[in-house]
């Protein structure tokens, strides 16, 4: 669901919230001091934009959260599966520059209270974990190549095997992202999901436009990753939000042509 506070609106997901002891949102584009093609509230210094802006966007998002901005982790996504788990000693990296941020990676986790878990988007898909029973956290970045790397089973397993976690009792929220509506791939891509799903998956999650091309269902594909990892369906939020048709509300990296910001997704146990 969308909220508002001091002029900015953010996702927020009803399972987080009544299951109590974890913030977690995912923030909009509206709201911040970024001037375009970078409007407003764009939360990646990796975009050209303005540092100064970044972390002013940064504080003004994470402070409704009361996510200390300096205290935050983040890392360069590169697309692909590779998962970082996080501590204390963790906290600022990338906070406030790009240089000190975690290289390389798609995948944060944590069991420490007050490390927040950041990654940022502009048409991916974010992932959102919450193991209450195990007090543990994770953000991943489900774009295609991700979700065809199963970045979220890998996540779920991971969990489980750190942790402890029981996928039946996994919490999981999906953001805003590119919708089957709008995701048009090629043969390619059918061709990395062909791998992880069968034909009657691939026929509901692919609809062909002809010429090679299909619009395909990112984060439904994603969901049923997570089910398939063991997560039950009712312990699944989806925000149902497409980046692409709603770019007045987020950042489309698609629907821009590749020049825009980016909306974060965190993540802190409390």
Same mark, same amino acid.
């Given at each position: 669901?969308?909220?508002?506070?001091?002029?900015?609106?953010?996702?927020?997901?009803?399972?987080?919230?009544?299951?109590?002891?974890?913030?977690?949102?995912?923030?909009? @584009? *509206?709201?911040?001091?970024?001037?375009?093609?970078?409007?407003?509230?764009?939360?990646?210094?990796?975009?050209?934009?303005? $540092?100064?802006?970044?972390? +002013?966007? *940064?504080?003004?998002?994470?402070? #409704?959260?009361?996510?200390?901005? &300096?205290?935050?982790?983040?890392?360069?996504?590169?697309?692909?599966?590779?998962? +970082?788990?996080?501590?204390?000693?963790?906290?600022? *990296?990338?906070?406030?520059?790009?240089?000190?941020? #975690?290289?390389?990676?798609? =995948?944060?986790?944590?069991?420490?209270?007050?490390?927040?878990?950041?990654?940022?988007?502009?048409?991916?898909?974010?992932?959102?974990?919450?193991?209450? !029973?195990?007090? !543990?956290?994770?953000?991943?970045?489900?774009?295609? @190549?991700?979700?065809?790397?199963?970045?979220? =089973?890998?996540?779920?397993?991971?969990?489980?095997?750190?942790?402890?976690?029981?996928?039946?009792?996994?919490? !999981?929220?999906?953001?805003?992202?590119? =919708? %089957?509506?709008?995701?048009?791939?090629? &043969?390619?891509?059918?061709?990395?999901?062909?791998?992880?799903?069968?034909?009657?998956?691939?026929?509901?999650?692919?609809? $062909?436009?002809? %010429? %090679?091309?299909?619009?395909?269902? #990112? $984060?439904?594909?994603?969901?049923?990753?997570?089910?398939?990892?063991?997560?039950?369906?009712?312990?699944?939020?989806?925000?149902? #939000?497409?980046?692409?048709?709603?770019?007045?509300?987020?950042?489309?990296?698609?629907?821009?042509?590749?020049?825009? %910001?980016?909306?974060?997704?965190?993540?802190?146990?409390?």
């Amino acid at each position: 669901m969308i909220e508002i506070r001091n002029g900015i609106p953010f996702v927020t997901f009803s399972l987080f919230q009544k299951a109590g002891g974890l913030a977690a949102a995912v923030a909009s @584009r *509206r709201g911040g001091v970024s001037c375009a093609p970078f409007d407003a509230l764009n939360m990646s210094f990796s975009t050209g934009d303005a $540092p100064e802006d970044v972390r +002013e966007n *940064r504080r003004r998002f994470l402070s #409704l959260l009361h996510i200390p901005p &300096e205290d935050i982790v983040s890392c360069h996504q590169v697309h692909g599966t590779h998962i +970082e788990e996080v501590g204390a000693a963790d906290r600022g *990296r990338g906070a406030l520059d790009a240089e000190s941020a #975690l290289p390389e990676t798609d =995948g944060l986790m944590t069991n420490e209270k007050g490390v927040p878990l950041t990654m940022n988007f502009a048409d991916c898909t974010p992932l959102l974990f919450y193991d209450k !029973a195990h007090h !543990a956290a994770a953000v991943a970045h489900g774009g295609w @190549r991700g979700a065809a790397g199963d970045i979220a =089973g890998k996540m779920v397993r991971r969990m489980t095997e750190r942790y402890g976690t029981d996928p039946a009792e996994l919490l !999981a929220g999906i953001g805003p992202a590119i =919708g %089957g509506c709008s995701f048009e791939v090629g &043969e390619d891509v059918i061709g990395a999901f062909e791998t992880l799903f069968d034909r009657a998956d691939m026929e509901t999650l692919a609809r $062909p436009r002809g %010429g %090679g091309k299909y619009l395909f269902d #990112l $984060p439904e594909a994603n969901r049923r990753l997570l089910l398939r990892a063991g997560l039950l369906p009712h312990h699944i939020e989806s925000c149902g #939000l497409c980046t692409y048709c709603r770019d007045d509300l987020f950042f489309s990296y698609r629907k821009s042509g590749g020049k825009t %910001g980016r909306h974060m997704a965190a993540a802190m146990l409390l």
